[in-house]
């Protein structure tokens, strides 16, 4: 007998995961309001980004409470530089009079600063302070060639409060750069910013470069996080990092009573990359289950293996 066709295998398994969802989705219906997951209670713990309650609807990221500091004071001198007196400074403060969001001013900037030598760092992690984007981005360029490893933190933290998508994703770009190719941990907290456009870009550079040093990060916010979107895109990262022996019991303690939505995110996480070492590990489960809605959710998981 010849082997079944792939076209056939998908065909299984896409019509399991409907007859799956279908029978769990009914199954939810009473307890519709419960929450899948246990929610974090009380206060941040002291470490965390503090990051806004709320959620707004649109895409620009809320302001800060305090002054601003890019407003100019009555001389018109702009508050971040108002005693500036080094050459790096007084760079940064005619830049930011200037008020030109012109990607030629920036990079005029950039050369006078990066022409002042290694000496402008400290310099460029100030500039990081300010409120006015751009000023942010040419503090983050400046870093890239004269910051050093323990700068990414820096770099997060600005990503974190400044109000422009391009200064954010400018500043975890120059942090993954500075830290050797990956987001630093500090940056998984900002998978609870208040934008989920953040959020996604928090994830798409996990995914590029997941790392070992994210696995503490994700669990907690895979047990804790402040809603479902938050829960599912750490299900989703640490099924990058699902080959690590202490990433998979995690994973499948939450099965048994996840909501669907939740538990075919930890089917696709537990199939992981379908490495040996994962095949077995389900293989292994399956024959210590009796059939039960945990045993299907592993055979998906362990089906999901056999096509990839």
Known sequence: MSAPSFDHDLTVTSFFRFFLAATMLVAALPAQDAP????????????????PQSVP??????????EADGDPNSDGVPALWVNATTSSELIFLDFERKQSKSDRVRKDALADLLALGLGTRATAIYALDSTWPPTVMLGADLLLSVGIDEDADALVIAASRVSEMQAITRCLDAAM?????????????MLEHPLKSVRAAIEARVTRSPHSDHHNGLVRHLRFGRDDDVRLRAVRLLGLLSDQETIRPILRALLPEAKPTFAFALVDALAGLALDSEVESLRADLLRLEPSQEFAYLLLALLQQQQM
């Open 57 to 66: 609807s649109g895409g620009q990221v809320p302001s800060q409470d305090s």
């Open 177 to 189: 750069r500075l830290q050797g190719g990956w987001l630093p941990k500090l940056a998984l907290n």
């Open 36 to 51: 899948d997951l246990p929610r974090r209670n009380g206060r941040r713990r002291g470490g965390r980004l503090e990051l």
